[in-house]
Nanobody, 123 residues
């Protein structure tokens, strides 16, 4: 499975961006599609997840109410709508496919990764 993330860019604080993550094939592993992000000097952290069926979503506390993850089954693409962007949302955003690692969404639980897309929020 190849994942291709796109949609990053430079935006002012308070603005919006929509990231896309297209998969080369649709797997039958029933794994989730996730977004992680990594800011300079920090560890990669979970942002949002959507189940294989698209019926269940999960978010990091830091983005709840501002970000929304959704999926397009026909296009095999997952989106991350990011609103009310803040300076500390600046990071490289990665899409991934995998499962929970124990009870948490962790990079350790992901089986496939896409190349990151840079999101920069300016004041």
């Amino acid at each position: 499975v190849q994942l291709q993330a796109s949609g990053g860019g430079l935006v002012q604080a308070g603005g919006s961006l929509r990231l896309s993550c297209a998969a080369s094939i649709r797997t039958f592993s029933r794994s989730a599609r996730c977004w992680f992000r990594q800011a300079p000097g920090k560890e990669r952290e979970f942002v949002a997840a959507i189940s294989w069926s698209g019926h269940n979503t999960d978010y990091a506390d830091s983005v709840k109410g501002r970000f929304a993850i959704s999926g397009d089954v026909v296009r095999n693409t997952v989106y991350l709508q990011m609103n009310s962007l803040q300076l500390d949302d600046t990071a490289v955003y990665y899409c991934a496919q995998g499962s929970r690692y124990g009870d948490i969404w962790s990079p350790r639980g992901m089986d496939y990764w896409g190349k990151g897309t840079q999101v920069t929020v300016s004041s």
